[in-house]
């Protein structure tokens, strides 16, 4: 007989159809089935009483920008876990080449996190563009505009530099050609676009 993991009993367990009151089989940190049955397990969890929901994902995050990210991602990630988010998504701005700068941020982005992850990547100007499949080769399968920097009000914090206390302060002009093309870039490899929609030369007045 098979041994897994863990057993979740007697919780009612919330899918898209609706309520269903089975037991939760997990093996090697995974949902696997739902069953009547009470199969041997290393661990069993009693839920009566209960609702099992799957963990929700926060999908707008803003982190490793007043502390790095090797540093942002243990406060930030523990603190999503204590209130049941399983996935969140980081609003990652570079002020420079993706090619040169995402690797670093890749790497202790993947040693600091308690819980599950992906990022969006900001588009500033035509060489991020041109670098939008380069994201997409490292997994990265959307992206951020920020319409409403640009002109007088384009200043704005980039992320720091895993390991350094730097605060990065650009410029940035994200005019309408900009947004023209990324959307038309994105669009061309199925990717979505996030819109900060506020067009600049409004906001400034």
């Given at each position: 007989?098979?041994?897994?993991?863990?057993?979740?009993?007697?919780?009612?367990?919330?899918?898209?159809?609706?309520?269903?009151?089975?037991?939760?089989?997990?093996?090697?940190s995974?949902?696997?089935?739902?069953?009547?049955?009470?199969?041997?397990?290393?661990k069993?969890?009693?839920?009566?009483?209960?609702?099992?929901?799957?963990?929700?994902?926060?999908?707008?995050?803003?982190?490793?920008?007043?502390?790095?990210?090797?540093?942002?991602?243990?406060?930030?990630?523990?603190?999503?876990?204590?209130?049941?988010?399983?996935t969140?998504?980081?609003?990652?701005?570079?002020?420079?080449?993706?090619?040169t700068?995402?690797?670093?941020?890749?790497?202790?982005s993947?040693?600091?996190?308690?819980?599950?992850?992906?990022?969006?990547?900001?588009?500033?100007?035509?060489?991020?563009?041109?670098?939008?499949?380069?994201?997409?080769?490292?997994?990265?399968?959307?992206?951020?505009?920020?319409?409403?920097?640009?002109?007088?009000?384009?200043?704005?914090?980039?992320?720091?530099?895993p390991?350094?206390?730097?605060?990065?302060e650009?410029n940035?002009?994200?005019?309408?050609?900009?947004?023209?093309?990324?959307?038309?870039?994105?669009?061309?490899?199925?990717?979505?676009?996030?819109?900060?929609?506020e067009?600049?030369?409004?906001?400034?007045c």
């Open positions: 007989m098979m041994t897994y993991d863990t057993l979740i009993t007697n919780s009612h367990v919330i899918l898209p159809q609706g309520i269903l009151d089975k037991n939760i089989i997990i093996d090697d995974k949902i696997i089935g739902f069953t009547n049955d009470t199969p041997s397990c290393d069993k969890i009693n839920g009566q009483g209960l609702v099992s929901i799957p963990g929700p994902i926060d999908t707008h995050v803003h982190y490793g920008v007043y502390s790095p990210i090797d540093r942002a991602a243990v406060t930030e990630s523990h603190a999503a876990a204590i209130g049941g988010i399983t969140m998504m980081r609003m990652l701005r570079l002020g420079s080449s993706y090619k700068s995402l690797v670093p941020q890749l790497i202790a993947s040693n600091s996190h308690y819980i599950d992850y992906t990022i969006h990547a900001s588009i500033f100007n035509q060489q991020q563009i041109d670098e939008m499949k380069f994201c997409l080769d490292k997994w990265i399968m959307s992206f951020k505009l920020y319409m409403n920097l640009g002109g007088d009000i384009g200043n704005v914090y980039m992320d720091m530099e390991g350094t206390n730097s605060l990065r650009a940035v002009e994200v005019n309408s050609e900009i947004v023209k093309k990324v959307v038309e870039t994105a669009a061309s490899f199925h990717c979505p676009v996030l819109v900060h929609a067009d600049y030369e409004l906001c400034s």
